[in-house]
């Protein structure tokens, strides 16, 4: 780096979010100099569809990373801890969109609309956030400038697509099942590594992710911890209960939000519909609101039903929307891909 | 009254609520003189089962309701409007299920294993209070009594029964659509009288009933005004974000309240235990939690995720569960009537 045009690797490359970089790597023209698809042994040798040809997926080896310069990481914690160094002794630049290096303070963990003067630097690993995060923090950002906060409760509605497209086959599976009056089986969901599945078809799943000791969940967590790094201010506090339902695409999320200065409401829409990657669609009056369903396939963060609240002077609610496998996941991961090609 | 055994008119006697209000009659042995079952004109003639026998259904006029000690109502707000005088007139006290009465100063709204004292204030009407608020209000009930409180922010996943038996068909055709690639037509959900029309199959709709002029809507306007009568405080203050949700039965709420004494969660779940109406499943590190699946059907108000908040050292987190049409409707107004027998 820099570089004019790149050599990537998507390592995943067969997996929902890896499908996902692909498409956006298409749509977004990404100067590429070549394309390197990588996998598990099991996936090698499997043919990918790219910009109107096919790529042949190779196994993940450490001296596939000869070469790359930008390598894009969505495979699983282990798998990035196993080959993120391996990638970065060889030159490349990770963007690892697990959960393995998000909290290291050596690495910079990069929403572009927040934060994209932290990517510099990098020492060779950079990190997508987790998707609940990623579309708040793109809400809130404009929020932050404008009025400053320091204090976050959010509850969301999460797709199944964040746990991959297994879960998103059992959902439909399970859906079946219950139209039909068939037995349905349980296999993934909430969390698959852990013992007991329950059904999401029809239902709400108050876990994603596994327990911590304060019992919240991993993924609750990820929303305090990660939400303090990415705004690079350690006294937002942010509550979150994380609610798996049973959508595809898209999560949404209900935020409430305690501004510092006083406001009123056609100043945040203001604020909203002049920030970077958010479309407001917000006319409760007309119907007017995003759900997760319209934002699937696109790359924003969609926010509505602004309300002033009733009870706290300075109190905001917001509904934020945004396709988890996109801006959640791929479509950021390829915007700190772009901004390292710029640099 | 009083009575010891009660002639008993059910208003809307054919609809989802209506249904569930016969099977609750039967399952808690309700002390019956006489059961009359009333709907409009188009259901009258239809035979509904009732305690291994059949009963008919009769067009409701004001002239049915004579010799009627309790009538509940649940057959929508203009028809409560139009037949509650009537038949209060005629000596029935009337239970009323819809927002027509609710907050109507010379009407108690009454959850009661949060103020049953008030039932005796009646003049005749009693209202039953919305489905969301009454789960919210019991599961909060032993928190204000040991901790109090002034500040609850809540956010629903609501089940589509909330908008009746059409609303359910709907889901379950639009989800079979979707499976089968077929065209999915929206005719229903969120609010079957607005204009427009949203998927809720695979889909989070965050609108629950009508806007009111703030930009809260109906349905979270009514949380907040209708928590304030049931404590009878004024000053608790109640922020709502409504979202509907493709569930059947059983409305989800994730709800953070500021208690105003310390507490530790042992403490916290000790008193929700032994609160009336109430079942704790709260064991997240054995991923115990309620689900609206497995309250479909009980009567009780199930409660899980109790957490401390990370950041306000009075906060705390809850997730509870309710079947919306059982505790939420029929349950409640049942109840009502129980104590109506009784005294």
């Known amino acids: 780096m820099p570089v004019k045009e790149a050599t990537v690797a998507v390592l995943g490359a067969t997996g929902a979010v890896g499908e996902q970089i692909l498409r956006n790597l298409e749509k ?10 990588l996998a598990s042994k099991r996936s090698a040798g499997k043919k990918v569809r790219f910009n109107g040809g096919e790529v042949t997926v190779q196994e993940a080896t450490p001296e596939a990373f000869e ?28 963007v690892d969109n697990t959960n393995a290096f998000r909290m290291d303070p ?21 990190a997508n956030p987790n998707c609940s995060t990623i579309q708040m923090v793109v809400a809130l950002k404009p929020l932050y400038d404008r009025f400053g906060f320091d204090r976050v409760i959010v509850s969301t509605y999460q797709a199944v697509s964040g746990s991959g497209a297994k879960a998103m086959e059992e959902l ?8 039909e009056g068939r037995e349905v089986v349980k296999k993934i969901m909430p969390v698959g590594k852990l013992d007991k599945h329950y059904q999401i078809a029809f239902n709400a799943l108050p876990q994603c992710d596994v327990a911590q ?38 999560h949404s999320e209900s935020i409430y939000v305690e501004l510092k200065k006083d406001f009123d409401l056609e100043e945040v829409r203001q604020a909203l519909r002049e920030a970077d990657g958010v479309i407001l669609e917000d006319d409760i009056h007309n119907q007017v609101y995003p759900t997760p369903l319209d934002s699937a396939g696109r790359d924003e ?16 609610n917001l509904w934020v929307v945004s396709d988890n496998l996109l ?10 891909a772009e901004h390292l090609v710029r640099e």
């Open 28 to 37: 977004r023209s990404f100067p590429l100099k070549d394309l390197r698809l």
């Open 67 to 94: 070469g790359v310069d930008i390598a894009l990481f969505s495979a699983g914690g282990s798998v990035s801890e196993k080959f993120a160094p391996e990638a970065v002794k060889r030159g490349a630049v990770v």
């Open 106 to 126: 050596e690495v910079p963990l990069i929403v572009p609309e927040v934060n994209k003067e932290e990517i510099k630097h990098h020492k060779g690993i950079i």
């Open 172 to 179: 439909n599976e399970q859906s079946r099942a219950v139209l």
């Open 213 to 250: 000791e304060n019992g919240f969940t991993l993924e609750e967590m990820k929303m305090v911890r990660e939400t303090k790094k990415i705004f690079g201010d350690e006294q937002i506090g942010v509550t979150a209960t994380c609610v798996r339902v049973p959508v595809q695409r898209g």
């Open 301 to 316: 963060v969609f926010v509505g039903r602004v309300r002033k609240d009733t009870v706290h002077p300075k109190g905001l």
């Open 327 to 336: 801006k959640g996941a791929a479509t950021n991961a390829v915007q700190i």
